[in-house]
Nanobody
């Protein structure tokens, strides 16, 4: 089992920045590809970005491409999502996810965190 705990969400004005963190425990973090998803009220869950176990490969969803950066620190068992130029439409609950195997947007992730709320005011 892998336990994932997100943090760093909050209320920010449009144009601002946030850095989300996801701390993992339970298994060897470096064995897992990691990803961020988000879900806004009344909408389906949306892929945001994923990163390979080494950090060498990243895949960004169109909604955040160019405005966000994913990174990971395997020594700290933590993955980060730096979000810049935030827009009101970025408002959602952001979830961290993990899977053994490669990263991607259309693969199944085995483990999920409880989510952290990001609210962007206009």
């Amino acid at each position: 089992q892998v336990q994932l705990v997100e943090s760093g969400g909050g209320l920010v004005q449009a144009g601002g920045s946030l850095r989300l963190s996801c701390a993992a425990s339970g298994r060897t973090f470096s064995n897992y590809a990691m990803a961020w998803f988000r879900q806004a009220p009344g909408k389906e869950r949306e892929f945001v970005v994923s990163i390979s176990w080494s950090g060498g490969y990243t895949y960004y969803g169109d909604s955040v491409k160019g405005r966000s950066t994913i990174s990971r620190d395997n020594a700290k068992s933590t993955v980060y999502l730096q979000m810049n130029s935030l827009k009101p439409e970025d408002t959602a609950v952001y979830y961290c996810a993990a899977r053994r195997g490669g990263p991607g947007s259309k693969v199944e992730y085995e483990y999920w965190g409880q989510g952290t709320q990001v609210t962007v005011s206009s």
